[in-house]
């Protein structure tokens, strides 16, 4: 089981940091899973030049290679964006360095990231590539279905994963589409839970249980917006930490040693948490309540749980319930 259990903190965890780890976070992190059994770590985004902002914002090839000599044992894993534009750019010189390469796609991405699959694969036959449908409480069932038939028939695409990047859904809602996903596509799946209700072991195991064979974990559930499925609650609920090992405690002294990462206030929380429950993206909240700055928490509270794609989408549903007010 630990051989399918991804690390993500660098990439994930980077969203409360703009990615500001030194070469000595990402040295510690490496050294730290593996004493716990990990061998599979997302170390960043791989990025064009131009585009690349730090060492794990962009993961240049000198970065992979020093960490593939330091950790030989370690499988190294890159996250590529289909909508950064000049992908070549983006991996030259990389791939050798990359055991599993994964693309985020919405409806939009999907053709260019398998035109991309394909391409990378030509070059370089031995890295696998994952294409991770992200928002995916934004689409229909019978949607998520089309969608994942366009990757079903690809040969390029080695494991398909699915994002609750909203963590909006509840274990039924997991289980259902991961059933639908086991019997259309022969690629092996993987799950990305947010914590943002609390469900994110819930939903992770629910997700094994009916046919993932991946699931990403960070440490001190540290993740864009609601967080992750917490490294040390995941290996201690399944019992698979090192024996005499309190894991929560090593993981909070490695993170206060190692790791310059702190969650969002609790109030930010609680927000996150109330957008989740009406499948709305945490990441609006900004915006939300730069335009409701007195009541936003009064109007989520009362707007229906829809399967939102846009921001436009759901201030349209709270204007629609305060236009009477207004008048």
């Known amino acids: 089981m630990l051989d399918t259990i991804l690390d993500v903190t660098l990439r994930d965890g ?121 928002c995916v409480s934004s689409y229909s069932l019978e949607e998520i279905k089309g969608l994942l038939s366009r990757i079903a028939v690809s040969r390029d695409v080695d494991i398909v994963y699915l994002a609750d990047s909203r963590g909006a859904l509840y274990p039924s809602d997991v289980q259902t589409l991961i059933s639908s996903a086991r019997e259309i596509c022969p690629q092996a799946l993987g799950f990305h839970a947010h914590n943002t209700q609390g469900y994110a072991i819930q939903n992770s195991d629910r997700a094994v249980a009916y046919g993932c064979e991946w699931i990403d974990v960070t440490l001190n559930s540290f993740g864009l917006a609601g967080g992750n499925t917490s490294l040390e609650g995941y290996l201690t609920h399944h019992q698979l930490q090192p024996e005499g090992i309190d894991l929560e405690v090593a993981v909070r002294e490695f993170c206060q040693d190692h790791l310059p990462l702190s969650h969002p206030p609790l109030a930010v929380q609680q927000l996150y948490r109330k957008l989740a429950e009406k499948n709305i993206d945490p990441v609006w909240s900004q915006k939300l309540e730069e335009k409701y700055p007195n009541n936003l928490h009064d109007w989520v509270s009362r707007v229906s749980r829809q399967d939102y794609k846009t921001l436009e989408s759901v201030l349209g549903a709270i204007d629609a319930l305060r236009s009477p007010v207004l008048r």
């Open 14 to 134: 980077g969203y409360l940091n703009r990615w500001q780890f030194s070469w000595e976070n990402a040295n510690h992190l490496l050294a730290f899973l593996h004493q716990q059994g990990l061998r599979n770590v997302e170390v960043g985004f791989v990025r064009s030049p131009q585009l690349q902002t730090t060492t794990v914002n962009g993961c240049p090839p000198e970065f992979l290679a020093k960490l593939r000599q330091f950790h030989p044992d370690m499988n190294l894993v890159c996250m590529l964006n289909p909508a950064d534009g000049d992908w070549q750019a983006a991996v030259a010189d990389k791939l050798e360095h990359i055991s599993l390469l994964r693309m985020p796609c919405t409806v939009e991405l999907i053709d260019l990231a398998l035109e991309i699959a394909h391409a990378i694969k030509q070059e370089c036959n031995d890295i696998r590539i994952s294409l991770n449908l992200i």
